[in-house]
Nanobody, 123 residues
Framework: QVHLVESGGGLVQAGSSLSLSCVAS????????IGWFRQAAGKERVFVAA???????GYVESMRGRFTITRDYITHTVTLQMRDLQPDDTAVYYC?????????????????WGQGTQVTVSW
């Protein structure tokens, strides 16, 4: 069993930066892909970024350059650094883990999910 715990969410003003962390435990995840998704109120959960040994870092194109994902294989931590946040970035951000897959942008490909952390961006 894998346990994922997100942290780092909060309330920030537009233009601010925020760093989210996901710490994984329970099994060796070196061969797993770990991704970040977000879900705004009333909307579907969508892909943000992912990291694996084969992929490296992958992003949804609209967030490339503003969001940066990094992964520490020793501490089992995946970090999502977000800058120039806007109200449209308001959502619950989830960390997820699953076996390597070509379809890493699809939530259904991920086997384990964290509880999520709320990010709220105000004007």
């Amino acid at each position: 069993q894998v346990h994922l715990v997100e942290s780092g969410g909060g309330l920030v003003q537009a233009g601010s930066s925020l760093s989210l962390s996901c710490v994984a435990s329970g099994r060796t995840l070196g061969d797993y892909i770990i991704g970040w998704f977000r879900q705004a109120a009333g909307k579907e959960r969508v892909f943000v970024a992912a990291h694996s040994r084969k992929l490296g870092a992958g992003y949804v194109e609209s967030m490339r350059g503003r969001f940066t994902i990094t992964r520490d294989y020793i501490t089992h931590t995946v970090t999502l650094q977000m800058r120039d946040l806007q109200p449209d970035d308001t959502a619950v951000y989830y960390c997820a883990a699953g076996p390597e897959t070509f379809f890493y942008t699809e939530p259904r490909e991920y086997k384990y999910w964290g509880q999520g952390t709320q990010v709220t961006v105000s004007w």
